[in-house]
């Protein structure tokens, strides 16, 4: 399990260690351990032209003092003083080693700041760190495009413009390694941002977790220990039926993917509510299928299917299932059947689009009170989903490289975000295959949250494995799921 820490509580937990130690002791434990991780690179790379990027506060104090040790390192170290202020000691420090000075404090980059960035071999970036705000420094704006493209930028703490608690997308560096200290931050992992970060490299620096994480993604070794694995006395029924409601005329195939998801993911039984197209491809293709309503204890209901053009039979068994005490995941057009709360859990799966659709009808306003748009919705996913959540009491898996599971706000329940699937995975099916999995888990007994985060993990190995390094399609991504599970099961814990 991965945790990340919002922002106040990095802050306490780094207050309550710099109490016991002297001053300055833990900037510099956080210097050494970034100047080691540059050094480490520029023995690997063989380069030795460093550029250190030190804004006003304590992100380029770290920069400075590491800047400081490296220059005994690398041939030439230049620090650009970006920020209105700089941290004194830290600059004292860079000065007496050896470290080229430039000031860029506002307007645009002098020549010599500019010929700097284009010879680096490494940038190191210590604009801002969670003391910054989305966006970065005004004059800075053009940063980006200055630095060559063949450096290697390695971010302190967080690449600078990244929003801290990574709820919103804004300019910023974009680094190939961000080294942050003791604990993750949500900007590590999150979809707006964690693009961003590149490699994450955590050093150490005597800084213990606090008890509440923000954020958590599970590892591959967590699938032991939460994958429900049936014990010799189960039968079908106790390892869980899930009714599933997908398809229709016009999409027989998402019934073929969502089915066939569940059952290699390993469900006890499914019971398909669908009509005659959709039916007679799964009496083909999945011939282990159950038809027509029954007992189950989860109900998956919407991919493929069209809300307008459903049948009859397909519609009865959605509402009941909404009007029941069992678990439900709504995907796709399912999504447009729920209006209200419902007192048993509830899994909704939107993309970005079906996102918008959802929170558009739900009348949840954009952030200048105006109508909602796409833009909004790209650069700000989390917030949008837990606007929903809040207001349906459910659990919201929004689909994309990052998927990201967000509980409604004072559930206790950290978001949970996944990123284990190989770009190929942005496919047809793709978020039909999904469903079935997470369907699965629902019907075994696990929690929306859980059922979500540990879904999208096997989906995106699952497609890693169909075909590594290559293109997949969906039902390829659904046939490996029984051996990816099997294989994920067999790690060591
Ligand atoms: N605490 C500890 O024990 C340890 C901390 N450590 C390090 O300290 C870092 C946090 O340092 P920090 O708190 O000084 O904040 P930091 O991110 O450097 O920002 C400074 C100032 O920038 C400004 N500003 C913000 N956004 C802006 C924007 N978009 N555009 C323009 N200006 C903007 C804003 O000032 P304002 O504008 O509000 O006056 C803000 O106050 C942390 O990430 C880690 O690297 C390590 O040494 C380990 C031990
Ligand atoms: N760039 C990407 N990298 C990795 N996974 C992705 C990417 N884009 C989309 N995905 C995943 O692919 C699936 C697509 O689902 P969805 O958009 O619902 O497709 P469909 O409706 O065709 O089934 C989701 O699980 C999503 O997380």
């Known amino acids: 399990m991965i945790r990340a820490y919002d ?33 480490a690179r520029l023995s690997e790379e063989g380069t030795d032209q460093v550029v ?67 010879e680096a071999d490494v940038v190191v970036d210590g604009i801002l760190g969670i003391g910054g705000r989305p966006g970065l420094p005004e004059h800075l704006a053009g940063l980006p495009d200055l630095i060559s493209e063949a450096a290697l930028v390695v971010a302190v703490d967080l690449p600078s413009g990244c929003d801290p608690a990574g709820e919103v997308r804004s300019d910023a560096i974009y680094a190939d390694e961000t080294v942050t200290f003791s604990l993750a931050k949500p900007v590590h992992l999150m979809p707006a941002t964690e693009e ?122 959605a509402r009941e299932a909404l009007a029941s005490e069992l678990p439900v995941l709504l995907d796709a057009g399912g999504l447009d059947l729920l209006d209200a709360p419902r007192p048993a859990p509830t899994l909704l799966t939107p993309h970005l689009g079906e996102l918008l659709r959802l929170a558009t009808r739900l009348g949840i306003p954009g952030p200048d009170g105006g109508e909602l748009s796409q833009e909004t919705v790209q650069q700000a996913p989390t917030v949008v989903a837990r606007q929903v959540a809040d207001r349906l009491h459910c659990t919201v898996l929004v689909k994309g490289a990052v998927t990201a599971v967000v509980s409604p706000s004072g559930s206790g329940v950290p978001t949970f975000t996944q990123a284990d699937g190989p770009s190929w995975l942005a496919t047809a099916g793709a978020g039909d295959v999904l469903g079935g999995i997470c369907g699965a888990l629902l019907a075994a007994g696990q929690d929306p949250a859980t059922a979500g985060a540990l879904g999208a993990l096997v989906h995106g190995v699952a497609a890693d494995r169909a075909n590594p390094g290559g293109p997949v399609r969906a039902l390829d991504v659904a046939h490996e799921l029984g051996r990816t599970v099997a294989h994920l099961l067999r790690l060591p814990a």
């Open 52 to 118: 250190v990027l030190a804004g006003g506060g304590d992100n380029g104090g770290d920069a400075l003092y590491a800047a400081a040790a490296l220059a005994s390192e690398a041939a030439e170290v230049v620090a650009v003083l970006v920020g209105p202020r700089t941290h004194e000691e830290a600059l004292a420090a860079a000065e007496s080693a050896g470290v080229a000075v430039e000031e860029w404090r506002a307007g645009a980059a002098p020549d010599g700041v500019v010929a700097a960035l284009a």
């Open 7 to 39: 922002v106040p509580a990095v802050r306490a937990a780094e207050d309550a260690v710099r109490a016991q130690l002297p001053d300055g002791e833990l900037m510099q434990r956080a210097a050494d351990g970034l100047a080691a991780v540059v050094a």
């Open 196 to 317: 961003a970060v590149g490699l994450l490299t955590v050093v150490d620096i005597g800084v213990p977790d606090p008890e509440t994480p923000a954020v958590q993604r599970f590892s591959h070794t967590d699938v032991t220990g939460l994958w429900p694995v049936p014990a010799p006395g189960d039968d079908k029924y106790s390892r869980g039926v899930l009714g599933v409601v997908t398809g229709g005329e016009h999409y027989t195939g998402a019934a073929v993917l969502s089915v066939t998801a569940a059952m290699t993911a390993g469900v006890g039984m499914v019971r398909y509510v669908g009509p005659e197209a959709p039916t007679d491809l799964l009496r083909q293709a999945v011939p282990e299928t159950v038809f027509g309503v029954g007992r189950v204890q989860a109900w998956l209901i919407g991919s493929g299917l069209d809300v307008e053009a459903a049948s009859e039979e397909q519609l009865r068994a």
